[in-house]
Nanobody, 124 residues
Framework: VQLVESGGGSVQTGDSLRLSCDVS????????RGWFRQVPGKEREEIAD??????TISYADFVQGRFTISQDKNILHLQLDNLHPEDTAMYYC????????????????????WGQGTQVTVSS
């Protein structure tokens, strides 16, 4: 099932956006959620991941406290604060069964059923 992202837009440096993704099709507790982004010509990179069962969260080093992943019922969010032009990208959500993976980072890296994404454009 493809996930559907929303909430992107065109903003100025320092602005905020809140991205959302309906993960109701993957509602079991032993699931990992993730947010990724991709710039044309570059590989998709993970931003953050969350383990539904115990709430464990991890962030990529480049986040530096500016982004927050959360889940409210079956909606996954990514709060983007203090946006920079280099955050301009297409943003995608992912969901994967954790199972025997040692981390959610490893689990969500297996996700392949990407949606259309939501574009975030930050101008200076």
């Amino acid at each position: 099932v493809q996930l559907v992202e929303s909430g992107g837009g065109s903003v100025q440096t320092g602005d905020s956006l809140r991205l959302s993704c309906d993960v109701s099709e993957y509602s079991k507790s032993d699931y990992c959620r993730g947010w990724f982004r991709q710039v044309p010509g570059k590989e998709r990179e993970e931003i953050a991941d969350l383990y539904v069962r115990d709430g464990t969260i991890s962030y990529a080093d480049f986040v530096q406290g500016r982004f927050t992943i959360s889940q409210d019922k079956n909606i996954l969010h990514l709060q983007l604060d203090n946006l920079h032009p280099e955050d301009t990208a297409m943003y995608y959500c992912a969901s994967a069964y954790k199972g025997l993976w040692d981390s959610c980072r490893s689990a969500v890296a297996t996700f392949r059923n990407w949606g259309q994404g939501t574009q975030v454009t930050v101008s200076s």
